[in-house]
């Protein structure tokens, strides 16, 4: 009852005192929105009241539905401007709001704002305080439109609001659940948006989800407090398999200084905004983390650190990017450094300077230049690396380069290749991001030959056409070899190249994997001139290719060639059409050349196959009815060669058109290869053995027939007889070598040397010339006088470039002849003596020589000189030298693979000129006696005096 009487008493207080009423409903209003309130009315029944805030279009009434409890439904329809003591926002909005008291005030209302239709309630709870709002379709661009702002979010977003407050009327609760189909944020398109954020008791927690554009869903959680105004918080992003932890962040909400730290990227990373200013500092990042991070392809891996400072009001920054090493695409670069000191930003105009280095194949390279960004940008860039001058120069979309007098030498060791060539190279390109033209000239040295190339072309970066011409001219004697021809390339490799030189046609064609080789009459005779390479074989060769670098087939062709370039005196050539077949595994040979004689005619068939992956397996086969030459089998696997084969020739003449010589009658040669190079052939009479290894060389003679040597030579009518025993042996790490030879029971026709030196016995005074010349014009075929020798002992030896002769001698029926001394191996002499010595080993007559011994002269002259030594030792030497010559060359000639460099190509190593040719020079030489004062024992070796080898056999 009392309620209803407070409601009759309220109702007459107002009537009565209505003008009243009015004016303090305004002032109070007015004073609590900060606003002109005007009432315009008041009634009774029912009980309203209507007013208006500011303007009077922002209108509001209340209707008072019951006093006790308190209902009071509210309308509102006006800018939200006028409420702005409590928001800063505007815009129009009509709302409606059930108002009741009952102990507790709760509000329940609903509006329309921005395009949104939401819910409102705010509810008393017992000691605290609950607002809630659920908004449908709130369009963020009217909403940034109605306050004037310039439009950077597009979107229309749905959300859940509640609130919580305390006792003391502050936050203690609050929780947001946000979402939109899409957010387009300064042209950024953000998709599937989920944002849900609460916050109780100073911690809070966000967990979001979107989906950027180009981008994959990525989620976004965060933990932390909120306290003193301070933002402490963890946080991290996850997309497609990426996770990036932020450890630590740090937000002063009063001052906005923030501070963050991550090792999401392996390394550290620390960054602190704070007065305008951006401090970061990362060190040792992972490059492959970040790139997986920024959805990167991982093609590069290393460590990166990156350090400055961001003023980010003025934009101007310093920075210094470093790294030990960044390996892409296999190319390792080390020592990276990029210093940027004074970026500044002024009047929209960027500037700066810039510094780097980076070590790339161990080789340090060195830039600087300047950057510009107005309008358009303007960059150089200048470096002096390979002795030469390189400047980048670009403005907006053009540019060019210059690279003058870069130096090859620098190039090749930078590329870690031999320095075969020296010389400049010069580049100049220009153009902009569509097309780039360019002209390359060198003048280059290689391998003593000049050579001058050049090419001109351009580069469509929008079709990726590469097109260019070129030629180049190699100076050699009074030719030159040209080429020339035109390359493109557009998604594959075009190239046509051609010469005439050599008096051929050839021609080269490439398109893709695909290529044709052709030339035509290929001139070796000139080809070697020109290469000032040995005339080993004449004649004009035709070559064919065609195929793809996994699948080639070949041919080479030639009608007639020849060992004699004397046309008018040809008596043996040879014709070939080689074909063969080349993929990466296998080449196969097939041939039938035919060896041209006056009178004859002899085909020779070639088989082989040659594997090209370990062990490379092969094998081999040359054969004329009876002969043969077989490479049964040859392998390479873990630096191991093993290989047999067999030569058996039933006459060596009838491939006089293959060989340098001419050899005569049969040989037989089995090889084998395992850990050394085993020959063997018993076709000499006796056994001739050949080993050789990595470290040494071994020569064995054991009863070789010498008259069987001499017929080898085509020199049967010198030898009547005699055998050869002995062994050479050569250290090829320490360069040394010994001979020990022995030739035996040796008839040499032609000549008397007995008869001859006992002629001049009594002759002092004797010109040696004319002695000489006497002896030579007695020394023929035709001439039936003999000499038996009956022994010549060869030993010397190699060490440290010296050749000492350690036992040289030779034994006739009458004379002992004896050679002693040493001399290096350039042929300087130390100290050389030859002698006449009787059955005591004392000097007879001796002869001193000095200077080289290619070109020796008299030392000291004590007596008459004859010179008896021009022919008797170097005939019997000289086909001892063959045996051995004969030996290395078929060394060359089977098992090329090793014998050769060690016999033929390294001089210092080489049995046939460090010992045998060197050694029989030095006898050949020793042409000179003179006769002692005195007599001492000067030799003692295992030659004897024929008068002391008589006693004996008596």
Same mark, same amino acid.
């Given at each position: 009852?009392?309620?209803?009487?407070?409601?009759?008493?309220?109702?007459?207080?107002?009537?009565?005192?209505? %003008?009243v009423t009015?004016?303090?409903?305004?002032?109070?209003?007015?004073?609590?929105?900060e606003?002109?309130?005007?009432?315009?009315?008041?009634s009774? #029944?029912?009980?309203?009241?209507?007013?208006?805030?500011?303007?009077?279009?922002?209108?509001?009434?209340?209707?008072?539905?019951?006093?006790? %409890?308190?209902?009071?439904?509210?309308?509102?329809?006006?800018?939200?401007?006028?409420?702005?003591?409590?928001h800063?926002?505007k815009?129009?909005?009509?709302?409606?709001?059930?108002?009741?008291?009952?102990?507790?005030?709760?509000?329940?209302?609903?509006?329309?704002?921005?395009?949104?239709?939401?819910?409102?309630?705010?509810?008393?709870?017992?000691?605290?305080?609950y607002?809630?709002?659920d908004?449908?379709?709130?369009?963020?661009?009217?909403?940034?439109?109605?306050?004037?702002k310039?439009?950077?979010?597009?979107?229309?977003?749905?959300?859940?609001?509640?609130?919580?407050?305390?006792?003391?009327?502050s936050l203690?609760?609050?929780?947001?659940? @946000?979402?939109?189909?899409?957010?387009?944020?300064?042209?950024?398109?953000?998709?599937?948006?989920?944002l849900?954020?609460n916050?109780?008791?100073?911690?809070?927690?966000?967990?979001?989800?979107?989906?950027?554009?180009?981008?994959?869903?990525?989620?976004?959680?965060?933990?932390?407090?909120?306290?003193?105004?301070?933002?402490?918080?963890s946080?991290? #992003?996850?997309?497609?398999?990426?996770?990036?932890?932020i450890?630590?962040?740090?937000?002063?909400?009063?001052t906005?200084?923030?501070?963050?730290?991550?090792?999401?990227?392996?390394?550290?990373?620390?960054?602190?905004?704070?007065?305008d200013?951006?401090?970061?500092?990362?060190?040792?990042?992972?490059?492959? *983390?970040?790139?997986?991070?920024?959805?990167?392809?991982?093609?590069?891996?290393?460590?990166?650190?990156?350090?400055?400072?961001?003023?980010?009001?003025?934009?101007?920054?310093?920075?210094?990017?470093?790294?030990?090493?960044? =390996?892409?695409?296999?190319?390792?670069?080390?020592?990276?450094?990029?210093?940027?000191p004074?970026?500044?930003?002024?009047?929209?105009?960027?500037?700066?300077s810039?510094?780097?280095?980076?070590?790339?194949?161990?080789?340090?390279?060195?830039?600087?230049?300047?950057?510009?960004?107005?309008?358009?940008l *303007?960059?150089?860039?200048?470096?002096?690396?390979?002795?030469?001058?390189?400047t980048?120069?670009?403005?907006?979309?053009?540019?060019?380069i210059?690279?003058?007098?870069?130096?090859?030498?620098?190039l &090749?060791?930078f590329?870690?290749?031999?320095?075969h060539?020296?010389?400049?190279?010069?580049?100049d390109?220009n153009?902009?991001f569509?097309?780039?033209?360019?002209?390359?000239?060198?003048?280059?040295?290689?391998?003593?030959?000049n050579?001058?190339?050049e090419?001109?072309?351009?580069?469509?970066?929008?079709?990726?056409?590469?097109?260019?011409?070129?030629?180049?001219?190699?100076?050699?004697?009074? +030719?030159?070899?040209?080429?020339?021809g035109? &390359?493109?390339?557009?998604?594959? @490799?075009k190239?046509?190249?051609?010469?005439?030189?050599?008096?051929?046609?050839?021609?080269?064609?490439?398109?893709?994997?695909?290529?044709?080789?052709?030339?035509?009459?290929?001139?070796?005779?000139?080809?070697a001139?020109?290469?000032?390479?040995?005339?080993?074989?004449y004649?004009l060769?035709?070559?064919?290719?065609?195929?793809?670098?996994?699948?080639?087939?070949?041919?080479?062709?030639?009608?007639?060639?020849?060992?004699?370039?004397? &046309?008018?005196?040809?008596?043996?050539?040879?014709?070939?059409?080689?074909?063969?077949?080349?993929? %990466?595994?296998?080449?196969?040979?097939?041939?039938?050349?035919?060896?041209?004689?006056?009178?004859?005619?002899?085909?020779?068939?070639?088989?082989?196959?040659?594997?090209?992956?370990?062990?490379?397996?092969?094998?081999?086969?040359?054969?004329?009815?009876?002969?043969?030459?077989?490479?049964?089998?040859?392998?390479?696997?873990?630096?191991?060669v093993k290989?047999?084969?067999?030569?058996?020739?039933?006459?060596?003449?009838?491939?006089r058109?293959?060989?340098?010589?001419?050899?005569?009658?049969?040989?037989?040669?089995?090889?084998?290869?395992?850990?050394?190079?085993?020959?063997?052939?018993?076709?000499?009479?006796?056994?001739?053995k050949?080993?050789?290894?990595?470290?040494? &060389?071994?020569v064995?003679?054991?009863?070789?027939?010498?008259?069987?040597?001499?017929?080898l030579?085509?020199?049967?009518?010198?030898l009547?007889?005699?055998?050869?025993?002995?062994?050479?042996?050569?250290?090829?790490?320490?360069k040394?070598?010994?001979?020990?030879?022995?030739?035996?029971s040796?008839?040499?026709?032609?000549?008397?040397?007995?008869?001859k030196?006992?002629?001049?016995?009594?002759?002092?005074?004797?010109?040696?010339?004319?002695?000489?010349?006497?002896?030579?014009s007695?020394?023929?075929?035709?001439? +039936?006088?003999?000499?038996?020798?009956?022994? @010549?002992?060869?030993?010397?030896?190699?060490?440290?470039?010296?050749?000492?002769?350690?036992?040289?001698?030779?034994?006739?029926?009458?004379?002992?002849?004896?050679?002693?001394?040493?001399?290096?191996?350039?042929?300087?002499?130390?100290?050389?003596?030859v002698?006449?010595?009787?059955?005591?080993?004392?000097?007879?007559?001796?002869?001193?020589?000095?200077?080289?011994?290619?070109?020796?002269?008299?030392?000291?002259?004590?007596?008459?000189?004859?010179?008896i030594?021009?022919?008797v %030792?170097?005939?019997?030497?000289?086909?001892?030298?063959?045996?051995?010559?004969?030996?290395?060359?078929? #060394?060359?000639?089977?098992a090329?693979?090793g014998?050769?460099k060690?016999?033929?190509?390294?001089?210092?190593?080489s049995?046939?000129?460090?010992i045998?040719?060197e050694?029989?020079?030095?006898?050949?030489?020793?042409?000179?006696?003179?006769?002692p004062?005195?007599?001492? =024992?000067?030799?003692?070796?295992?030659?004897?005096?024929?008068?002391?080898?008589?006693?004996?056999?008596?």
């Open positions: 009852m009392i309620k209803y009487i407070f409601g009759i008493i309220t109702i007459t207080i107002l009537f009565l005192f209505k %003008p009015s004016h303090f409903i305004e002032d109070y209003a007015s004073e609590l929105l606003q002109k309130v005007k009432v315009t009315s008041i009774i #029944i029912p009980l309203r009241a209507d007013a208006y805030i500011y303007e009077s279009d922002n209108s509001i009434s209340a209707n008072i539905i019951s006093i006790s %409890p308190l209902k009071i439904r509210a309308y509102y329809s006006g800018d939200i401007d006028a409420f702005k003591t409590y800063p926002l815009g129009h909005s009509e709302a409606t709001a059930d108002i009741s008291y009952d102990k507790k005030l709760i509000i329940e209302g609903e509006a329309s704002l921005y395009g949104a239709d939401a819910k409102v309630m705010v509810k008393q709870l017992k000691e605290s305080w607002v809630g709002v908004a449908k379709s709130l369009n963020l661009k009217t909403l940034q439109e109605q306050n004037g310039e439009v950077k979010a597009d979107a229309v977003v749905d959300f859940d609001f509640n609130l919580y407050t305390d006792a003391n009327i203690s609760n609050i929780s947001l659940d @946000l979402r939109s189909e899409g957010i387009n944020i300064s042209g950024t398109h953000i998709k599937d948006v989920d849900k954020i916050y109780e008791k100073e911690r809070y927690k966000i967990v979001s989800s979107f989906k950027p554009a180009n981008f994959y869903k990525t989620s976004l959680d965060a933990n932390g407090t909120l306290k003193d105004g301070n933002i402490t918080a946080t991290n #992003i996850a997309f497609k398999n990426v996770k990036i932890d450890d630590r962040l740090k937000i002063d909400a009063k906005l200084e923030t501070s963050l730290h991550t090792s999401s990227f392996g390394g550290h990373l620390d960054a602190t905004y704070k007065k200013m951006l401090y970061y500092n990362a060190k040792n990042l992972h490059l492959s *983390k970040v790139l997986k991070a920024t959805e990167q392809k991982p093609h590069a891996r290393g460590y990166l650190n990156l350090k400055g400072k961001l003023n980010t009001k003025t934009l101007d920054t310093d920075f210094l990017f470093s790294s030990p090493w960044i =390996v892409a695409d296999k190319q390792r670069i080390e020592k990276i450094k990029l210093s940027v004074d970026l500044k930003y002024r009047d929209k105009k960027l500037t700066t810039y510094r780097l280095n980076a070590a790339f194949m161990k080789k340090l390279f060195s830039f600087n230049g300047d950057v510009e960004f107005k309008d358009v *303007k960059l150089n860039a200048k470096s002096s690396d390979f002795k030469g001058k390189t980048f120069n670009l403005k907006d979309n053009k540019f060019n210059t690279m003058k007098n870069i130096d090859i030498k620098e &090749l060791k590329t870690s290749q031999e320095p060539a020296t010389g400049l190279i010069d580049l390109a153009g902009d569509e097309k780039v033209n360019f002209s390359i000239k060198t003048d280059a040295k290689v391998k003593k030959r050579i001058h190339a090419a001109n072309g351009s580069y469509n970066i929008k079709s990726k056409l590469l097109a260019s011409d070129f030629k180049a001219s190699v100076p050699i004697e009074k +030719k030159s070899f040209d080429v020339g035109k &390359l493109s390339y557009k998604n594959h @490799l190239l046509h190249a051609h010469s005439s030189s050599f008096s051929s046609q050839t021609l080269l064609t490439l398109e893709g994997e695909h290529f044709k080789f052709y030339t035509h009459d290929l001139n070796l005779h000139e080809l001139s020109a290469l000032n390479k040995p005339k080993i074989i004649g060769v035709d070559i064919t290719a065609e195929g793809n670098l996994k699948d080639i087939d070949f041919k080479i062709k030639s009608e007639e060639l020849r060992r004699n370039f004397k &046309l008018g005196r040809i008596e043996n050539s040879l014709s070939l059409d080689v074909s063969g077949h080349y993929t %990466p595994k296998l080449v196969t040979l097939k041939d039938t050349f035919v060896m041209h004689y006056k009178k004859e005619h002899i085909p020779i068939t070639l088989g082989a196959k040659i594997e090209l992956t370990p062990p490379y397996k092969s094998n081999a086969t040359f054969i004329n009815r009876k002969d043969k030459i077989v490479i049964h089998s040859f392998s390479y696997e873990e630096e191991q290989s047999d084969f067999l030569v058996d020739i039933q006459d060596l003449y009838k491939y058109a293959l060989m340098k010589n001419t050899f005569h009658g049969p040989m037989r040669i089995d090889g084998k290869y395992t850990d050394a190079l085993n020959i063997t052939t018993n076709s000499l009479g006796g056994e001739i050949v080993n050789l290894n990595k470290s040494d &060389l071994l064995k003679l054991k009863e070789v027939d010498i008259t069987k040597v001499a017929n030579i085509a020199k049967d009518g010198v009547e007889s005699g055998t050869l025993n002995g062994d050479a042996t050569y250290e090829i790490k320490e040394t070598a010994k001979t020990d030879l022995a030739l035996s040796v008839i040499l026709n032609g000549i008397n040397v007995d008869e030196i006992s002629t001049f016995n009594d002759a002092m005074g004797l010109d040696v010339i004319n002695m000489s010349k006497s002896i030579i007695n020394f023929s075929d035709a001439n +039936k006088s003999q000499t038996n020798i009956e022994h @010549l002992q060869f030993n010397v030896s190699l060490k440290d470039k010296n050749v000492s002769l350690d036992d040289v001698a030779l034994s006739t029926n009458k004379f002992l002849i004896v050679s002693l001394g040493n001399l290096q191996q350039n042929g300087d002499i130390n100290s050389l003596k002698s006449i010595v009787d059955r005591n080993g004392c000097a007879i007559i001796t002869q001193g020589l000095r200077g080289n011994i290619k070109n020796p002269k008299i030392a000291q002259t004590t007596s008459t000189l004859v010179n030594v021009e022919h %030792p170097s005939a019997i030497l000289n086909t001892g030298k063959k045996i051995l010559d004969f030996g290395t060359k078929t #060394i060359d000639d089977v090329s693979f014998a050769q060690v016999l033929r190509t390294d001089k210092k190593v049995i046939t000129s460090d045998i040719s050694s029989s020079s030095l006898i050949k030489s020793t042409s000179s006696i003179i006769m004062k005195g007599c001492s =024992v000067i030799y003692d070796g295992k030659v004897e005096h024929p008068k002391k080898m008589q006693k004996d056999n008596k």
